[in-house]
């Protein structure tokens, strides 16, 4: 088991990783928690393989327990939802100090979160995350909301978890796709800040034995950003990187049939190729597609999407006046933050629209 403390401006908290974890619970519970009510929020994928498990550790423990199922997907992702669980918290008499527990990938997580976050003016939450994308970002770091039909995660709180528990076993359940879904976000870890990690993704020839290798190497990134900008004025920007295009393509595809990750990955070498192309350099973008090859992520836009997808990019929540903030890439390790307007950013993607749509 390995741990992680996580310190920012409003929340210490621990991170615990390992495989099994989730019969432990009450190890790492028991000593943050004021009362014995938890409301655990699940959906209707995740509910049928780990909630009984979760209910009988938790009542072993002497925890009353509350539940709600989500129906499982991203178009559930919004306010009606947040309003039925706020709901049934209420007629489960959920109080200030009792605590909600996030049983799920990034969507339980962000709905769970800021439930949490509103509920009461704000109640205790935990995260138990059950896909890779949910273990290496979204769980950590305190970004919780719903999205609008505008656009993704346009209404939200920052509300720091209480505690995380990863338990690396629960993958085993979790389909292919979505696993390619989490380890684009560790790649994305990897171009951002960690040149280590980038190594090791590139030699590893087994995927299970490294994973949970992997999964600190993108925490300990996540961590380090969190702590030194946790309400995103600056360098948290940079976990955004591939984000652009990847907002963009979801919502063209209306979020179905692409994976987050497929869409960060897609973003990440599409938004770096054509940065690098503008500048006349080619080299970050290669390592990219080399890693996105490996592990057969998809890294290509399609031409015909390719107006459209642009006009998306206009709602993106990180524009201001003067367009947009843009991650790229100076070096495999190291990302920076750019501001530039709408014009010369499809300028600069359709200047390199033979080499990243197929
Ligand atoms: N997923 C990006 C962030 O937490 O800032």
Known sequence: MNQITVRTSSKTYDIFVGRGLRNDLLTYLNPIVKSKNVFVITDSNV??????????VLQEGGYQ????????GEEHKNMQ???SIYEK?????????????????????????????SYMRGIPFIQIPTTLLAQVDSSIGGKTGVDLSAGKNLVG??????????DIDTLKTLPQIQIKSGLAEIIKSAFIADKALFQKLKDSDHFERDVERFILSALQVKRHIVEIDEFEKNERMLLNFGHTLAHSIEKYHNFTGITHGEAVAIGMYCMQRAYEKKRKLQQVSDD?????IKYEIPYQLKHENLDELLEYTKND??????????????????????????????????GAADEICV
């Open 47 to 56: 509910f049928p393989l780990y909630f009984e498990e979760i209910r009988s």
């Open 65 to 72: 327990v509350f539940h709600t199922v989500l129906p499982a």
């Open 81 to 83: 939802t947040v309003l």
């Open 89 to 117: 918290m209420a007629t489960a008499k959920i109080r200030r100090s009792d605590l909600v527990i996030a049983l799920g990938g990034g969507v339980v997580g962000d709905i769970a979160g800021f439930c949490a976050a």
């Open 157 to 166: 709180a920052f509300w720091q978890p209480s505690l995380v528990v990863i």
């Open 288 to 292: 990219i597609r080399e890693l996105l």
């Open 317 to 350: 929540k990180k524009s201001t006046d003067s367009g947009i903030h843009l991650v790229v890439i100076e070096e495999t390790g190291k990302g920076v933050i750019l501001t530039m307007d709408y014009p010369s950013i499809f300028e600069m993607i359709k």
